[in-house]
């Protein structure tokens, strides 16, 4: 006989925003239910950030998230803000640091911000079901006399709720147990969803493009990356398939198929005034070992001819300068595709946010159904702003689920 089971708030998905959202909603006093198909709930968290989890950023602000509609997300990082979180973490004596830019991590390992947040689910008496497959959801014509509005059926049996939360992620990284089903349910109710695709996730090159470089792979340098009217400096990282690395992960946010992008590999220096520093010391370095102050060797013997890296820095031709600067400062190239959700952070784009309150992040199509976190149409820059995201819509709508 199949199970059944009433509660206030059913949350599908046990990751970072449901978690939040489930302990928020259970404070209140109510009776909380988390539903997760996989074998543990958190898994995203606890490899996040190299295992370290970068759990927020000190300089969280709107223009740090992608939307089509993208004041949604004002509110509710105004709310529960960084600091909110900050102060959960320290109150449960988790040791953290700041690595660079504001982003924070936990000094230990990634399973402390997870065993804080199933800490406070236990306090609160949330009931958390893995292995929990979700067959359909039934919405009820009218609300039970017990307010009742969801029926879910699953593969551990019915579960009854008046508020229903889709906290189940995006498509990034489906070995981790990602899927679209966020999508479909809010399909299922009329509501709209905007383009999905990876982000933050590293471009794949072929042909000559993947031929010339694929022999640098594993190094990094600093660089300025630029495209969509978008940039960011930071590491760049050669690899086997194409360009990973901060700079490149943070630039796929804003890249479209077709689309080139455009690198600086002496960001902090323009190679003229390099040049004419040479001339007044009177350098008589090679250009291989005059520049290996600033890029690493091997990626200046691949990415120079070997007369040009063993020429000496004082023999180079005003034209010639002109040349190597359009190479090193303006390197373009059109990447054939990204690596797809495989290897993806995040997905860029959801449900609509015009078809979603922002303040209780309740849909407007549909009473009692909330969606919070990544299924949702707001997409963070690399560095913690995800995270904070799903802490703040799913302690919002923890208040009035």
């Known amino acids: 006989m ?4 009433d509660f206030d708030v059913v949350i599908l998905g046990g990751g970072a925003a449901g978690l939040m959202c489930a302990w928020t909603a259970a404070a209140r006093g109510r009776r909380v239910a988390v539903l997760d198909h996989a074998n543990k709930i958190g898994k995203k968290i606890l490899m996040s950030g190299g295992g370290r989890c970068n759990f927020t950023n000190l300089d969280i602000h709107p223009s740090h998230y992608l939307s089509a ?7 509710a990082l105004k709310r529960f803000t960084q600091q909110d979180f900050i102060a959960l973490v320290e109150q449960h004596n988790i040791a953290y640091h700041e690595k660079s830019q504001g982003q924070l991590f936990c000094t230990h390992k990634a399973k402390d ?24 959801i039934v919405p009820h014509a009218q609300p039970t006399s017990a307010g009742l509005r969801f029926t879910c059926h699953t593969s551990l049996g019915r579960f009854q709720a008046a508020s229903l939360v889709v906290a189940t992620g995006g498509k990034s990284i489906p070995s981790m147990g990602a899927t679209g089903v966020g999508y479909e349910i809010a399909a299922q109710f009329g509501m709209g969803v905007t383009a999905l695709d990876a982000a933050l996730v590293p471009f794949v090159l072929t042909g000559p493009e993947q031929t010339a470089w694929q022999t640098l792979s594993g190094i990094s340098c600093l660089a300025e990356v630029n495209c969509n009217g978008k940039q960011f400096k930071d590491p760049i990282l050669f690899t086997h398939r194409g360009l990973s690395g901060p700079a490149i992960l943070q630039i796929s946010n804003y890249w479209h198929a077709g689309m080139p992008i455009h690198i600086n590999l002496l960001p902090n220096q323009t190679l003229m005034s390099l040049f004419a520093q040479w001339r007044q010391l009177n350098n008589k370095q090679s250009l291989k070992n005059a520049l290996a102050d600033y890029l690493p060797k091997r990626l200046l013997e691949v990415w120079l001819q070997d007369a040009v890296n063993a020429k000496p820095v004082l023999d180079f031709s005003n034209a010639e300068i002109t040349r190597l600067s359009e190479q090193f400062h303006h390197w373009s190239l059109t990447p054939a595709s990204t690596e797809g959700y495989r290897t993806a952070e995040v997905t860029r784009g959801g449900v609509d946010t015009n078809d979603v309150s922002s303040k209780t992040f309740e849909s407007k199509k549909q009473p009692g159904l909330y969606f919070i976190g990544e299924v949702l149409d707001v997409t963070g820059h690399l560095g913690g702003y995800n995270f904070q995201w799903a802490w703040a819509s799913g302690h919002c709508a923890g208040c009035y689920v």
């Open 2 to 5: 199949s199970s059944e089971f």
């Open 69 to 75: 509609n993208p004041h949604f997300c004002k509110s």
């Open 113 to 136: 911000i997870l065993q804080m947040l199933e800490s406070l689910c236990a306090t609160y008496g949330v009931a958390i079901f893995t292995d929990c497959n979700l067959q359909n």
